[in-house]
Structures are given as C-alpha cells and as structure tokens.
Nanobody, 116 residues
Framework: QVRLVESGGGLVQPGGSLRLHCARS????????MGWYRQTPGKQRELVAT???????DYGDSVKGRFAISRDKGKDTVHLQMNNLKPEDTATYYC??????????WGQGTQVTVSS
C-alpha cells in the first residue's frame, strides 16, 4: 500500500510564492513518476507538474516558467516551488504517484488560495 503525505499549502497574495511537499511511505516501485495535479469545484483535475525517477520534469502549460518541480534522489519525495502565483492558481493540489504496473495513487490534497 502507498501513502502520500502533502504539506505546504496555504493563503498567499498574488505574485507571491509557496512551496509544496509530498512524501511517499509504504510500498515503493521503481521507475515511478511523481507529481502534482490540481482541481477546482466543477472542473476536471489538471496536470500541474510531474517528474520521473530520473529527474525529468513535465509541466502543464499554465504553470510553465513559474513553477518548478524537484525530486529528492533515492527518495520518493517531491517538491513544487510555485512563484508568481495568480488567483487562477487557486485550487486543491493533489500529489500523485504513478507506477509502471499501472497503479496510480493520490494524496488527500492541500489547498492553495491566491487572493489579496
């Protein structure tokens, strides 16, 4: 069983920064992809950023150039540095752990609110 624990959400003013963290515990799989997705009420969950075990990142179009994802080598821990936050970044952010066998695990979510 995989457990994902998220931290770092909160309230920030437009133009500000936040850093999210996600740590995996329990079962571990090689060649996993970890990352973040976000969702607002009434909308589908969308990609924010993912990173492979080798450190290769991928970003959603709306966050490119503002967000940066990193992964601790040898650990299933990811960090999401969010800069120049905008009100439209307000959402619940979910950590995801995807494994080659087809499994996909989700954290409980952490709220990010960008408002003045």
């Amino acid at each position: 069983q995989v457990r994902l624990v998220e931290s770092g959400g909160g309230l920030v003013q437009p133009g500000g920064s936040l850093r999210l963290h996600c740590a995996r515990s329990g079962d571990m799989y090689r060649y996993s992809i970890m990352g973040w997705y976000r969702q607002t009420p009434g909308k589908q969950r969308e990609l924010v950023a993912t990173v492979t075990e080798a450190g290769l990142p991928d970003y959603g179009d709306s966050v490119k150039g503002r967000f940066a994802i990193s992964r601790d080598k040898g650990k299933d821990t990811v960090h999401l540095q969010m800069n120049n936050l905008k009100p439209e970044d307000t959402a619940t952010y979910y950590c995801n752990y995807k494994v080659p066998a087809g499994g996909s695990y989700w954290g409980q979510g952490t709220q990010v609110t960008v408002s003045s």
